[in-house]
C-alpha cells in the first residue's frame, strides 16, 4: 500500500478565513481561559503587525490597537477534518481522519485511475487551494510514517521500505510525533533523531517511557497500525456564524456562495447529488427563515447549486436581521451526469438547458415551467397535455405529418397560389363528451412558401380551409 498525508498546518485558522469577509486584515484565534486570553493562530497580516501564537491578548492589543479576533472552537476544526476527509474520499475508498490536523488517503489502487503521482498530487494541490486550506503532502509506505515526513518536507514522496528507513532516521525526535514530554526527556539524554532511538535497546526504552513509545517506532517502520476508515455520512449539515446582523439578502451572497461550493465538494467526494437542500437564516429572538431550493435532478455542480440558492434568497422576505447561515441536505441521492454528444456543436456561450432549466424555475416560480405529453385523443387541439418536469415521452408520435405550430383556435386561410400537398386525412372524434368533431385535413403550401395545417367539414370539398397549424 502507498498513503499520501495531508498535513494541514493551519486547518482551524482556514476554516475562519475561508468565510471571513475581509480575509486579508489582521485576524486572530482566541483561547485559553478568561483571566489568561491567549492568541491560538493568527493570519499573515496579524504575524506582520508583530502578533504571534502563544501571545498575551494584552500584548497583542498593545502592538495592534485593531484586529478581528474569533474564538478558537476545536469542534469546529475538527469538522472542517472531517470535510476534508469527505473531499479526500473521492480519490480513494480508504480515508483516515484519526490525525488531529491531518488526514491520509491510500493512493496506490488510485494511481491507475488519476495518472502517476506527480499528476495526482497536482489535482490535490489544486483542490486544495481552491478549497482554502494550506497544506504539505507527503507519500510513505505506512500512514504514520506519512504524517511525520509531511510535517519534515512538503512534496517528500518514499516509496520503497529500505529508503523509508533511512529518511525516518534522520529526523529529528522532536519532529517524530511523540508526546511532548517524551520528546523533551529524549532529548535531554542525547538522543536527538530517530535513528538513535531505532538503535537503543528496546527493554531499556520500553521502562524508561512505556510501551506506547515503542508502538509508535514499530509503526513508523510499518508494524501494523489499526485505524478505523473514514465513512461519509449521510447528510451535509454546514453552519456559518456571522460577525455581525446582516439585514439584507445581498450580504449573505459571498457565505452562501462558500457554503455552496462546500456542498458541491462533499458530493463529489462521495460521488452523489443533491435535489433538494434548505438554508436557514438564524435570527436573535424570531424563529429561523427557512429558504427551500428543490431540483427536478440530482445535481452537484456548485455554480448551479449557488445560482438557485441565491435566486431564492432574493425572492426570500428576511424578517429580521441575520446572525449566522445554516445549509442542510439530508436526501442526497446517486449522481447521474447528463449526456453529452462527443463533438458537441453548442456554441460557447450558450448555457446547458438543465441550468437553464433550474434557473428558470428558481426566478419564476415551481410550476412556471411545464413539459408536453402526448395525450390519446385523435383531435388536435385534446392530443397532448401539460406534465410536471422533467418530462418522458411515453407514447411514440402520430405516423401522419402533425405542425410544430397548433393555433389557440382555427382561422379562416386565406391567401393566393395555395396548393394542397397531402390529405385528405379523416378525423372523427370526441362524440363522447360533446365535443365531437368531423374533419378532413390537408397539408398546404401557400405562395409565400408557408406549409400550413389546414381543414374543412369532412365531405364538403369546396368548403373554404381553416388554418389550424403550421409546420416549421
Keep these: 500500500m502507498l498513503w499520501a498525508c495531508i498535513h494541514l498546518p493551519t486547518l482551524a485558522l482556514d476554516g475562519v478565513l475561508r468565510r471571513h469577509p475581509r480575509p486579508e486584515a489582521p485576524l486572530a484565534l482566541v483561547g485559553g481561559p478568561a483571566q489568561r486570553r491567549v492568541l491560538v493562530a493568527v493570519n499573515a497580516a496579524a504575524a506582520r503587525a508583530g502578533l504571534h501564537r502563544g501571545q498575551a491578548l494584552a500584548a497583542a492589543h498593545a502592538l495592534l490597537a485593531d484586529f478581528a479576533t474569533v474564538e478558537h472552537d476545536p469542534a469546529e476544526t475538527a469538522r472542517w477534518r472531517d470535510f476534508l476527509a469527505a473531499w479526500a474520499y473521492r480519490y480513494s475508498s480508504q480515508v483516515l481522519a ?27 494541490r489544486a483542490d486544495l487551494r481552491e478549497l482554502g486550506f494550506a497544506h504539505r503532502i507527503a507519500v510513505a509506505p505506512n500512514p504514520r510514517a506519512a504524517r511525520v515526513l509531511a510535517g519534515v518536507q512538503d512534496g517528500l514522496a518514499i516509496v520503497h521500505e529500505a529508503r523509508l528507513q533511512v529518511a525516518l532516521s534522520r529526523i529529528p525526535v522532536a519532529r517524530a510525533g511523540l508526546e511532548p514530554k517524551q520528546a523533551e526527556a529524549l532529548h535531554a539524554m542525547g538522543l536527538r533523531r530517530l535513528g538513535q532511538l531505532f538503535a537503543a535497546p528496546r527493554d531499556a526504552l520500553g521502562k524508561r517511557f512505556g510501551t506506547g513509545l515503542l508502538q509508535h517506532l514499530d509503526r513508523l517502520r510499518g508494524a501494523p497500525d489499526p485505524h478505523v476508515a473514514y465513512a461519509p455520512p449521510d447528510r451535509f449539515d454546514l453552519r456559518i456564524e456571522l460577525g455581525h446582523e446582516v439585514e439584507s439578502s445581498q450580504a449573505l451572497l459571498f457565505p452562501l456562495r462558500r457554503m455552496t461550493a462546500d456542498l458541491g465538494a462533499y458530493l463529489a467526494g462521495r460521488d452523489g447529488g443533491v435535489q433538494r437542500f434548505t438554508v436557514l437564516l438564524e435570527h436573535e429572538g424570531h424563529p429561523d427563515t427557512e429558504v427551500a431550493v428543490g431540483l427536478l435532478a440530482a445535481e452537484r455542480d456548485p455554480a448551479l447549486l449557488f445560482e438557485l440558492a441565491r435566486s431564492r434568497l432574493e425572492q426570500a422576505a428576511i424578517p429580521a436581521p441575520v446572525r449566522g447561515l445554516r445549509l442542510l441536505a439530508t436526501q442526497l441521492p446517486p449522481f447521474v ?124 370539398g369546396d368548403a373554404p380551409l381553416m388554418l389550424h397549424g403550421w409546420f416549421a
Design 337 to 460: 451526469p447528463a449526456g453529452r454528444e462527443l463533438f458537441d456543436e453548442r456554441p460557447a456561450q450558450a448555457m446547458p438547458w438543465e441550468l437553464l432549466r433550474e434557473r428558470l424555475r428558481a426566478r419564476l416560480g415551481e410550476d412556471a415551467l411545464h413539459g408536453l405529453a402526448m395525450h390519446d385523443d385523435h383531435r388536435p387541439e385534446q392530443a397532448w397535455r401539460r406534465v410536471p418536469l422533467p418530462a418522458a415521452a411515453t407514447q411514440p408520435l402520430p405516423g401522419a405529418p402533425r405542425p410544430t405550430w397548433l393555433l389557440p383556435r382555427p382561422l379562416p386561410l386565406r391567401g393566393h397560389g395555395l396548393r394542397v400537398q397531402a390529405g385528405p386525412e379523416r378525423v372523427e372524434s370526441g362524440w363522447w363528451d360533446g365535443g365531437d368533431v368531423r374533419r378532413d385535413y390537408y397539408v398546404v403550401d401557400t405562395g409565400e412558401g408557408q406549409r400550413a395545417w389546414a381543414f374543412r367539414p369532412a365531405g364538403a
Design 98 to 124: 484519526g490525525f488531529d490536523d491531518a488526514i491520509a488517503l491510500e493512493v496506490r489502487a488510485s494511481l491507475r485511475l488519476f495518472g502517476p503521482w506527480p499528476v495526482f498530487e497536482r489535482r490535490l
